[in-house]
T-cell receptor, first 114, second 115 residues
Framework: GESVGLHLPTLSVQEGDNSIINCAYS??????FIWYKQESGKGPQFIID?????DKRQGQRVTVLLNKTVKHLSLQIAATQPGDSAVYFC?????????????FGTGTRLKVLA | DTEVTQTPKHLVMGMTNKKSLKCEQH?????MYWYKQKAKKPPELMFV???????INESVPSRFSPECPNSSLLNLHLHALQPEDSALYLC??????????????FGPGTRLTVT
């Protein structure tokens, strides 16, 4: 099930089930998005990206879906494993002063139950 | 290779100390970033260097001073920090060329504690 903690929403799934992590973004003109996985005490790890000219992109066990109409992004993880337990962030590219930067979502903690 | 390295891994400093964080990448990336991350929060952008020039400063206090000696290195000089500056400091890099690749890669971070 999904619950909202004090600062970080948490999604708990059974090992072997599929996980869906959602993200809403703010700028309808954003044209590029990244999903990151961050394990405790480590830096964010690049998982998968998608450009706005695509609706879907698949990687190894992961799929990102982009719905530009409602400014929504989702990360699907197939056959979730204990090693998938982490905090997941989406990030949208933004341009300021001719340089691009990334605006991060609040993050979702994924807990995989054995 | 998508490796960004950061040193030190951990740093404890007093409020009167001066210290530096270091970041290095050898991917030929021309944009480098400093972020600050507090527990249970997303990374918060501090600075962006593009082609060795400071292009974004997100209103960071002057006690944090970035430096980009060359296209592979990024430093963050720290002076007279406050306990609330304790956080995980992350470095990241990306190609910096519009339209080619926007992938951004992070280093493992420096865990900073200010006493």
């Amino acid at each position: 099930g999904e619950s909202v903690g004090l600062h970080l929403p948490t999604l708990s799934v059974q090992e072997g089930d599929n996980s869906i992590i959602n993200c809403a973004y703010s700028n309808s003109a954003s044209d590029y998005f990244i999903w990151y996985k961050q394990e405790s005490g480590k830096g964010p790890q690049f998982i998968i990206d998608i450009r706005s000219n695509m609706d879907k992109r698949q990687g190894q066990r992961v799929t990102v879906l982009l719905n530009k109409t409602v400014k929504h992004l989702s990360l699907q993880i197939a056959a979730t494993q204990p090693g998938d337990s982490a905090v997941y962030f989406c990030a949208e590219k933004s341009i300021t002063s001719g340089t691009y930067k990334y605006i991060f979502g609040t993050g979702t903690r994924l807990k995989v139950l054995a | 290779d998508t490796e960004v390295t950061q040193t030190p891994k951990h740093l404890v400093m007093g409020m009167t100390n001066k210290k530096s964080l270091k970041c290095e990448q050898h991917m030929g990336h021309r944009a480098m970033y400093w972020y600050k991350q507090k527990a249970k929060k997303p990374p918060e952008l501090m600075f962006v260097y593009s082609y060795e020039k400071l292009s974004i400063n997100e209103s960071v206090p002057s006690r944090f001073s970035p430096e980009c000696p060359n296209s592979s290195l990024l430093n963050l000089h720290l002076h007279a920090l406050q306990p609330e500056d304790s956080a995980l400091y992350l470095c990241a890099s990306s190609q910096g060329l519009v339209g080619i690749s926007y992938e951004q890669y992070f280093g493992p971070g420096t865990r900073l504690t200010v006493t």
